[in-house]
């Protein structure tokens, strides 16, 4: 936990050091995957805010490649741990993504119903490649057939916070991953 911020009702799952080496792992795959020149491509990575803005961060910094970072948002879950079903664009990102190699950064993979709404939408917007990169994935929750190149941790149905994720905005701050009983 983060020091004087006590919080008995979570129980670690993933330790800061867990993630930080899954993280540097993932940001070499991409700089391997993207680097076919001297420089390398030049990425754009759309971070789906504002559960996925820590994880962006850490990834963007183990990626050696020409980036550069926009950001979306659709509606959350609010006060609810279940998704309504519907999903809302509340900000488009703010640059053209024609011809560009689009890494959509996400926090988690759940039943698949945001991810498959953005990466409709950004498809549809003819980028030169589209790759969906998840820090986690509850696999076992999938409602549509949808999965991401990228993938930090698979984990289990629990509800979890912190590295970015949260219970009603509350819990990003936290550096583990825990689950929230
Ligand atoms: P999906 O549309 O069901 O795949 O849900 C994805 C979104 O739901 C994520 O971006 C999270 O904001 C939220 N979410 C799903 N599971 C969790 C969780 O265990 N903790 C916190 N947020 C979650
Ligand atoms: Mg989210």
Redesign the pocket.
Known sequence: MNGAFHVPELTVLLTREQIAQRVAELGAEITRDFIAEPDGEPIVLVG?LK?AAIFLGDLARSISLDATFDFIAVS??GKQKQ?SGEIKLLKDVDHTMEGRNVILV??????????TYLRNMLAGRHPRSLKIAALLD?RS?RQQPIHADYVGFEIPD????GYG???AERYRNLSDICVLS
């Not at 996400?106 to 991810?115: A, K, N, S, V, Y």
């Not at 629990?158 to 916070?161: H, L, M």
């Open positions: 789906v559960g959350s879950y998704s996400e926090d988690i993979l759940d039943t698949g119903l945001t991810l509850k929750r629990e509800f979890v916070v994720l949260d219970y």
